[in-house]
């Protein structure tokens, strides 16, 4: 069965300083894996997907198959970038539970 | 454009009652999959249509649970005698192409079973 792994339900970071959402996947074949966000108010959205390997609001993620892991990265925090982050895998969506990132003024 | 919509935004049933939601998703998406957001938790796969055809519907979690989109757009969850293990957010998505594509998620049902 394929399984998604967020450590972290909480992370605050201080705007300007790097930030790394972890995620882990457990999945047998090569994987699609995604990072959805929610902002305050607003509805889910796609942030990124890995086989795009696009840059998104200066955020970036890499697939580790190794580790079997997509953290996803920003070298200096926003406070924009505050809100809740979700790690997804496949067609139909295997989600994480998801990290609240807090950016510390 | 507009976004994928659900209808209604939030429900409060009494336990033992049948409720039904409603999704409207992006005009001309094939696929629409339903996910259930219990609190604190991330979303859930429930059922998965490509068109009127319901080709997945391995997530839902009894057979109170029935969806069905009988023209290919608008589709319908329903419920029948609610629990209060049916307390969730229940999320709608369409996306324009079959296979692995960007999801577009409407706001969401607030269900309360009481």
């Given amino acids: 069965a394929q399984r998604v792994t967020q450590p972290e339900k909480l992370l ?4 300007g300083a790097p930030v790394e959402l972890k995620c882990n996947y457990s999945y047998s074949g ?4 995604f990072w959805y966000v929610q902002y305050s108010r607003q509805r ?10 696009e840059s998104i609001k200066g955020f ?8 079997t892991s997509f953290h996803l990265k920003k070298p200096f925090a926003q406070e924009e970038d505050s809100a809740m982050y979700y790690c997804a895998l496949g067609e139909k969506l295997t989600f994480g539970t998801g990290t609240r990132l807090t950016i510390i003024p | 454009g507009a976004g994928v919509s659900q209808s209604p935004r939030y429900k409060v049933a009494k336990r033992g009652q049948d409720v039904a939601l409603r ?17 604190g938790q991330g979303p859930e796969f429930l ?3 490509q068109n009127e055809a319901q080709l997945d519907k391995s997530g839902l979690p009894s057979d109170r ?3 069905e989109r009988p023209e290919g757009s608008v589709s319908t969850l329903k419920i029948q005698r609610t629990q209060q293990e049916d307390s969730a957010v229940y999320l709608c998505a369409s996306s324009s192409h079959t296979g692995v594509y960007e999801q577009y998620f409407g706001p969401g049902t607030r269900l309360t079973v009481t």
């Fill in chain 1, 60 to 67: 970036t993620a890499d697939l580790n198959k190794g580790e």
């Fill in chain 1, 30 to 33: 090569s994987p699609e894996l």
């Fill in chain 1, 12 to 15: 605050s970071v201080f705007k």
């Fill in chain 2, 23 to 39: 999704c409207d998703p992006i005009s001309g998406h094939v696929s629409l999959f339903w996910y259930q957001q219990a609190l």
């Fill in chain 2, 47 to 49: 059922t998965y249509f």
């Fill in chain 2, 65 to 67: 649970f029935f969806a």
């Fill in chain 1, 44 to 53: 889910l959205q796609l942030l990124l997907r890995h086989i795009s390997r």
